[in-house]
């Protein structure tokens, strides 16, 4: 969260020039989203969670494509599959935790302009998230 804290734009609507601001893509979204990358993510493959921060989008990479029979459609709605149980009960101790299988849909709900990727063939799962234009 601090690498996206500091790359990422505040901004202050409604408030004055000194006020901290606020990021430009909300933290619930960032919070959810790293958190299901993290917890979510297929620990068969040898390969490291990642998030870039470009221009015009922050994307978050994890290892895996969905699970079983889940596809995007069934995560907007808010259908989950744990693929990590064991895991997941540990985070709900140490990681922001508001409820299992309804992130995705707490993201979209306070920043709808994010979209998911699930590429079976290069076995990764994409959220990426399109940042406010700057004009």
């Known amino acids: 969260m ?9 901004t202050q609507p409604g408030q004055d020039v000194n006020a901290p601001g606020e990021l430009e ?3 619930i979204v960032l919070e959810e989203l790293l958190t299901n990358a993290l917890i979510h993510r297929d620990f068969s493959i040898s390969a490291p969670v990642r998030v870039f ?9 994890s290892p895996g494509h969905l ?7 069934n995560i907007l709605s808010g259908n989950s599959n744990m693929r990590n149980p064991t895991l997941s009960s540990f985070a709900t101790h140490i990681l922001p935790y508001r ?10 709900k306070a920043y709808a302009e994010i979209d998911f990727v699930d590429d079976c063939d290069g076995s990764k799962f994409l959220a990426v998230i399109r940042r406010p234009s700057l004009g």
């Open 67 to 73: 699970p079983n029979n889940l596809t995007v459609a």
């Open 25 to 27: 893509i909300p933290q």
């Open 53 to 61: 921060v470009f221009n015009d989008r922050v994307e978050m990479i």
């Open 2 to 10: 601090g690498f996206l804290r500091r790359n990422l734009r505040k």
């Open 99 to 108: 409820g299992i299988g309804n992130g995705i849909v707490r993201a979209r």
